[in-house]
């Protein structure tokens, strides 16, 4: 039995498949780069989207041996994430369930990378911390529902990096980029720390580091500040909502859980707490199809699939509104 | 009496000790290893002291809050009196519904003089809540702050929404319409319904909420 998997919410179109046991046989995916100094803009990446859908599907198929006939199910991510992306994946995933007819399965991004960390770390019941360009957000899973017990309350940790580049005319994801500079700090600059409960606030902290930039201090010695300052706030936020729902697992899963820093600092948090702290495996930090099959997958043995009439793109879909039947809690 | 670690938090260790004669909380934040040395001083610093003078502040607003002993920034430790009771996250899984709506409802009237007072707490939750035979005490003030924007308002609002909502999914809209009927009778039915607004603008502020 295997599902095929769509992304498209955001830079990334993937396609992945996987088997019901959890077997990622294909993860394939193009990225759009935006120019420096400017962020995705949604119109040119559905249109990379575009271009690229046919080859990656076809792909994806082929490096798992198998036919679109033979799939148990297509999976596409329906939202959260930019409309005109969103609509590249479903149009494409709706054109596959009616003309191979086969079941059609929605699927919540966010989950995506939720589950695709338990998959690949092993985690049972995580405290989530979820890190990405359109997230961060603490989560913990009672009731059928992943339950929020923080967030950001502005811009996320990932669109705080993007939107300090935009300005230092570095392309987007920035992440890596700003990590590397980091290497080359040689001073700590004190900057806004705003942690409202479990809740964090990033756009203080974004117009104090350029504010920082433009009255002369070093670019390196910014980046370090606002990362060490940006990371830390989420340690802290993270802490209390360990502390809070007595979790025992911190799953750390999205692009953002890439950073080396942000790893180690939940490490410490998990430490002091004697719980363990599960770092998504590379590569599925980014964005990925395969994280949308396997989720599909989980969906479908629960019966979840929708009519190509119905499945329409979710932009702004909540975390927190998706009824998940498969887990257990 | 040697002092007895009674509660873990995540910010601070809550020990049980003897002060004066009287059995006391100490209350000691503790260096987070995460955090750069000068960057966690400096933190736990500012935040001891800002939760005595809050402490202080919020009792002379008449709601009730331990009575604040001793205080030592060097050592990020406060001293205060012994509140012997369960939060009111325990306590609200005990109670009966008429009970729990009570508590709620109170919970309401305490944080509307706080903030008709001028103070908001900055980290409502319902385990901020103690209640000591049915009384209930205020605590954690480390992230409270002078306030008079509806904005820092609405996210004290906020927060205990989210903590009702996370905890007590099933009974949350119960909990929280009790809080409200509290609230408003503090700070009158305009004011009220201003700052429910304003927490449904920053909830929606967060990048994913879909309207309708």
Same mark, same amino acid.
């Given at each position: 039995?295997?599902?095929?998997?769509?992304?498209?919410?955001?830079?990334?179109?993937?396609?992945?498949?996987?088997?019901?046991?959890?077997?990622?046989?294909?993860?394939?995916?193009?990225?759009?780069?935006?120019?420096?100094?400017?962020?995705?803009?949604?119109?040119?990446?559905?249109?990379?989207?575009?271009?690229?859908?046919?080859?990656?599907?076809?792909?994806?198929?082929?490096?798992?041996?198998?036919?679109?006939?033979?799939?148990?199910?297509?999976?596409?991510?329906?939202?959260?994430?930019?409309?005109?992306?969103?609509?590249?994946?479903?149009?494409?995933?709706?054109?596959?369930?009616?003309? /191979?007819?086969?079941?059609?399965?929605?699927?919540?991004?966010?989950?995506?990378?939720?589950?695709?960390?338990?998959?690949?770390?092993?985690?049972?019941?995580?405290?989530?911390?979820?890190?990405?360009?359109?997230?961060?957000?603490?989560?913990?899973?009672?009731?059928?529902?992943?339950?929020?017990?923080?967030?950001?309350?502005?811009?996320?940790?990932?669109?705080?990096?993007?939107?300090?580049?935009?300005?230092?005319?570095?392309?987007?994801?920035?992440?890596?980029?700003?990590?590397?500079?980091?290497?080359?700090?040689?001073? /700590?600059?004190?900057?806004?720390?705003?942690?409202?409960?479990?809740?964090?606030?990033?756009?203080?902290?974004?117009?104090?580091?350029?504010?920082?930039?433009?009255?002369?201090?070093?670019?390196?010695?910014?980046?370090?500040?606002?990362?060490?300052?940006?990371?830390?706030?989420?340690?802290?936020?993270?802490?209390?909502?360990?502390?809070?729902?007595?979790?025992?697992?911190?799953?750390?899963?999205?692009?953002?859980?890439?950073?080396?820093?942000?790893?180690?600092?939940?490490?410490?948090?998990?430490?002091?707490?004697?719980?363990?702290?599960?770092?998504?495996?590379?590569? /599925?930090?980014?964005?990925?199809?395969?994280?949308?099959?396997?989720?599909?997958?989980?969906?479908?043995?629960?019966?979840?699939?929708?009519?190509?009439?119905?499945?329409?793109?979710?932009?702004?879909?909540?975390?927190?509104?998706?009824?998940?039947?498969?887990?257990?809690? | 009496?040697?002092?007895?670690?009674?509660?873990?938090?995540?910010?601070?260790?809550?020990?049980?000790?003897?002060?004066?004669?009287?059995?006391?909380?100490?209350?000691?934040?503790?260096?987070?290893?995460?955090?750069?040395?000068?960057?966690?001083?400096?933190?736990?610093?500012?935040?001891?002291?800002?939760?005595?003078?809050?402490?202080?502040?919020?009792?002379?607003?008449?709601?009730?809050?331990?009575?604040?002993?001793?205080?030592?920034?060097?050592?990020?430790?406060?001293?205060?009196?012994?509140?012997?009771?369960?939060?009111?996250?325990?306590?609200?899984?005990?109670?009966?519904?008429?009970?729990?709506?009570?508590?709620?409802?109170?919970?309401?009237?305490?944080?509307?003089?706080?903030?008709?007072?001028?103070?908001?707490?900055?980290?409502?939750?319902?385990?901020?809540?103690?209640?000591?035979?049915?009384?209930?005490?205020?605590?954690?003030?480390?992230?409270?702050?002078?306030?008079?924007?509806?904005?820092?308002?609405?996210?004290?609002?906020?927060?205990?929404?989210?903590?009702?909502?996370?905890?007590?999914?099933?009974?949350?809209?119960?909990?929280?319409?009790?809080?409200?009927?509290?609230?408003?009778?503090?700070?009158?039915?305009?004011?009220?319904?201003?700052?429910?607004?304003?927490?449904?603008?920053?909830?929606?502020?967060?990048?994913?909420?879909?309207?309708?």
């Amino acid at each position: 039995m295997h599902c095929l998997g769509i992304e498209s919410t955001a830079h990334t179109f993937g396609a992945g498949v996987v088997t019901e046991k959890g077997e990622i046989l294909s993860d394939v995916r193009d990225v759009y780069v935006s120019a420096p100094g400017t962020g995705i803009h949604p119109r040119e990446a559905a249109e990379h989207h575009s271009e690229v859908a046919a080859q990656i599907i076809t792909s994806a198929l082929n490096q798992a041996g198998i036919t679109a006939s033979n799939l148990a199910g297509v999976a596409v991510a329906l939202g959260p994430g930019l409309g005109p992306c969103l609509r590249v994946g479903a149009t494409v995933a709706r054109s596959l369930a009616a003309y /191979f007819d086969i079941p059609l399965v929605p699927v919540n991004h966010a989950i995506g990378h939720i589950e695709i960390g338990t998959l690949t770390t092993g985690a049972k019941d995580p405290l989530v911390v979820l890190v990405s360009g359109g997230h961060t957000a603490i989560a913990a899973f009672s009731g059928r529902r992943w339950r929020i017990f923080g967030e950001t309350e502005d811009i996320t940790l990932g669109n705080l990096y993007d939107m300090f580049a935009r300005e230092i005319n570095l392309p987007s994801p920035a992440g890596p980029e700003i990590e590397r500079l980091t290497q080359k700090a040689r001073e /700590f600059i004190s900057l806004p720390y705003v942690v409202k409960g479990n809740d964090v606030s990033y756009s203080g902290l974004l117009t104090a580091s350029l504010s920082k930039l433009k009255s002369g201090a070093r670019l390196e010695d910014v980046c370090y500040s606002m990362q060490e300052v940006s990371c830390s706030m989420l340690a802290e936020a993270v802490e209390r909502s360990l502390a809070y729902t007595g979790k025992k697992e911190i799953l750390l899963t999205g692009g953002v859980a890439a950073n080396k820093s942000l790893q180690s600092k939940l490490e410490e948090v998990a430490k002091m707490h004697d719980a363990v702290c599960h770092v998504v495996k590379s590569p /599925f930090t980014g964005d990925n199809g395969a994280q949308i099959a396997w989720t599909g997958m989980l969906a479908l043995r629960a019966g979840l699939v929708t009519s190509v009439d119905e499945a329409r793109v979710r932009p702004r879909w909540r975390l927190e509104d998706v009824d998940i039947p498969w887990r257990a809690g | 009496m040697q002092p007895l670690l009674i509660y873990k938090g995540a910010e601070a260790e809550i020990y049980l000790e003897t002060w004066q004669g009287e059995s006391a909380i100490k209350k000691k934040r503790i260096p987070k290893p995460y955090r750069l040395k000068e960057l966690d001083e400096s933190i736990r610093r500012t935040r001891t002291s800002h939760e005595a003078t809050m402490m202080h502040e919020v009792r002379r607003l008449g709601v009730p809050v331990p009575c604040l002993q001793h205080i030592d920034p060097d050592s990020s430790t406060i001293i205060m009196d012994y509140v012997n009771g369960p939060t009111l996250k325990v306590e609200l899984n005990t109670l009966s519904a008429p009970g729990r709506r009570g508590r709620c409802k109170t919970l309401g009237e305490m944080l509307g003089q706080m903030h008709e007072g001028g103070i908001v707490h900055g980290d409502m939750t319902i385990s901020n809540v103690l209640s000591e035979d049915g009384k209930l005490f205020m605590i954690d003030f480390g992230l409270g702050d002078f306030s008079r924007e509806v904005e820092d308002k609405g996210v004290d609002l906020l927060l205990l929404n989210r903590a009702m909502k996370s905890t007590h999914y099933t009974i949350h809209a119960e909990l929280f319409k009790a809080f409200l009927k509290g609230y408003a009778r503090s700070v009158g039915r305009k004011t009220g319904i201003e700052t429910l607004e304003k927490m449904k603008e920053i909830e929606r502020r967060g990048r994913y909420f879909e309207r309708g």
